[in-house]
């Protein structure tokens, strides 16, 4: 059974760090890539950050380069965003994502399997 589940959020303040966990199992773990999405109230989906389980390739949306750092430990099964210098802007619901295929990274419609999602707060 193909299964995501992410933990780590909460109630931080601006300026502080999360670290985002998201344990995969079934065929998600057969995966090309993982990738983090976030959506905001009355937002869309908007991309964060994904990785190859092999090889350790990364990519960044603008909102997160230079703050936050995905990563993975294969023996875990599990992807990691670590996410500093959090701002408000950043509050969202926090979606791990598994994408089968190879292919453009930073597009929701383009992933397989979803997390139910890990609320991250940022107060000011």
């Known amino acids: 059974q193909a299964q995501l589940v992410e933990s780590g959020g909460g109630l931080v303040q601006a300026g502080g760090s999360v670290r985002l966990s998201c344990a995969a199992s079934g065929r998600t773990r057969s995966s090309s890539y993982m990738g983090w999405f976030r959506q905001a109230p009355g937002k869309e989906r908007e991309f964060v950050a994904a990785i190859t389980w092999s090889g350790g390739r990364t990519w960044y949306g603008d909102s997160a380069k230079g703050r936050f750092t995905i990563s993975n430990d294969n023996a875990r099964n599990t992807v990691y965003l670590q996410m500093n210098g959090l701002k408000p802007e950043d509050t969202a619901v926090y979606y791990c994502?598994?994408?089968?295929?190879?292919?453009?990274?930073?597009?929701?419609?383009?992933?397989?399997?979803w997390g139910q999602g890990t609320q991250v707060t940022v107060s000011s």
């Open positions: 994502a598994a994408k089968l295929s190879a292919g453009i990274v930073g597009i929701p419609q383009k992933y397989d399997y």
